[in-house]
């Protein structure tokens, strides 16, 4: 495949950008090679700078979810900006959003938008401590909430792809606050709830996690975190920026049927727009700047054009349930199929998959935490990732990562994927 404006502008992008790439995980270091740099996008398919179409499985991360260009969304965006970009004052959109979000995710009394998943998560636990009056947090190994300090310990998504799950610049002070355990491990959790009794304000997991790979929560784990949190008047937060709106028009908690103190949103919620969102219990959201008195603050917060894309999106997901079946039924079709390719050829890779999210494993192991994730040989995805990308399958450069379907997939796209899947692990494996 010819690449090579990817390459030339790959070759540019290093003088001036670190890495030549705003967020780490594009930059192929996991996989090898040269990112493609994508020109344009329209339903399930990218195209890079070299008109090359790819069918797409990371779909922005998780926001695409009725693939690209969907004409609703590109209509409200191009009617939002008729009215200039930005004013820094509140907007009517806003208020539809917060109602809408409320209405979709029943825990959620409460909402402040934001720009970013990391935003949101930073801001939960700063209100989660100023609520409670406690500093330390529990996170799980391999559990990604974005760049904020106090996630990236035992980090997973790009910290895990490039070994950094303890990145330098995070001061002792602020890892000292930061308390982690094994995902799916309640005991773990009960021990450091025990040790530091009276000092934990937060404990944050992604109910599925995705930044390991995907991976989902044992029985009773959930549920078991909620017992513990109300028990030790923790604020149990679920980070769904990426299952929100994805796993159920409610997400994770609704479709495991539990309920956080506080939930923090990103992706789908914008459309494919820079927005983030926190929100739960109006008792700990009210401690919020200016009602309460812990800050938290935004120039392009509920931004009107980022509102009108997310407002959109949003209500297409409320107003058509059936996505969320078409969702699943893709899935299923795909992991089967995936399945049936590695029966007929005598391997026994691990695929985890919920819904639209799957991650296919190269290891024997199940993958029910960070360790077992680890296990996987890393390079023999690489080059299973660069025989996919080879026949048009755009995925996501790196083994802790979920991959995402969205409604644009059809039969014949996915039966493409299954293809091609089967002729790259033949090739891989040799
Ligand atoms: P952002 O700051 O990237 O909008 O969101 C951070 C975040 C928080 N919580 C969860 C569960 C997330 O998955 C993310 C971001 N996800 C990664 C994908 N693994 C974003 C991709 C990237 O870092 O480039």
């Known amino acids: 495949m010819n690449i090579s404006t990817s390459q030339a502008l790959f070759e540019k992008a290093q003088h001036f950008i670190p890495g030549g790439v705003n967020s780490p995980v594009r930059a192929f270091r996991a996989v090898g090679g040269s990112p493609v740099f994508i020109k344009s996008a329209k339903g399930p398919y990218v195209y890079d700078e070299d008109d090359n179409e790819y069918i797409e499985l990371i779909n922005s991360w998780g926001p695409m979810i009725l693939g690209h260009g969907h004409e609703l969304i590109q209509k409200a965006v191009s009617d939002a900006i008729q009215h200039s970009f930005s004013f820094g004052a509140p907007t009517r959109r806003e208020v539809e959003i917060a109602e809408l979000i409320t209405n979709m995710v029943p825990s959620i009394e409460k909402v402040r938008m934001v720009n970013s998943g990391t935003e949101a998560t930073m801001s939960a636990i700063r209100v989660a401590r100023g609520f409670t009056g406690r500093d330390k947090i529990i996170k799980f190994e391999g559990c990604y909430h974005g760049h904020g300090d106090s996630f990236l310990i035992a980090a997973g998504s790009g910290a895990v792809t490039f070994g950094t799950p303890d990145s330098p610049g995070v001061t002792k002070g602020v890892a000292n606050d930061t308390l982690t355990a094994p ?8 021990k ?31 549920e078991g975190l909620r017992k513990i949190c109300d028990e030790e008047g923790i604020v149990f937060i679920f980070d769904e920026v990426m299952t929100g709106f994805r796993l159920s028009k409610g997400g994770a908690q609704e479709r495991f049927g539990i309920k956080p103190d506080l939930t923090t949103l990103g992706k789908i919620i914008g459309g494919g727009m820079p927005v983030g969102a926190y929100g739960g219990k109006a008792e700990i959201m009210n401690w919020i700047s200016p009602l309460g008195p812990v800050y938290q603050a935004g120039t392009l917060s509920g931004n009107p054009i980022a509102m009108a894309a997310g407002l959109t999106m949003l209500n297409y997901l409320n107003e058509h ?110």
């Not at 991959?403 to 899947?421: G, K, P, Y």
């Open 321 to 430: 349930p059936e996505v969320y079946n078409k969702l699943e039924v893709s899935g299923h079709k795909l992991v089967n199929g995936f399945t049936n390719s590695m029966k007929k050829l005598g391997l026994n890779y691990t695929i985890n998959s919920i819904g639209s999210m799957y991650t296919l494993f190269f290891t024997e192991q199940a993958v029910t935490d960070f360790p077992s994730a680890k296990s996987s040989n890393l390079p023999l995805f690489g080059k299973y990732f660069h025989a996919m990308l080879d026949r048009g399958i755009y995925m996501g450069p790196s083994q802790f990562e979920s991959m995402f379907l969205s409604t644009a997939l059809e039969d014949s796209h996915i039966d493409r994927i299954i293809e091609a899947n089967e002729e790259s692990l033949k090739e891989v494996i040799g």
């Open 183 to 190: 995902y799916n491990d309640l005991a773990a959790v009960q």
């Open 192 to 222: 450091l709830v025990d040790a530091n009794k009276g000092h934990i304000a937060a404990l944050i997991l992604e109910p599925v996690v995705g930044n390991m790979g995907c991976v989902l929560p044992a029985e009773g784990f959930l």
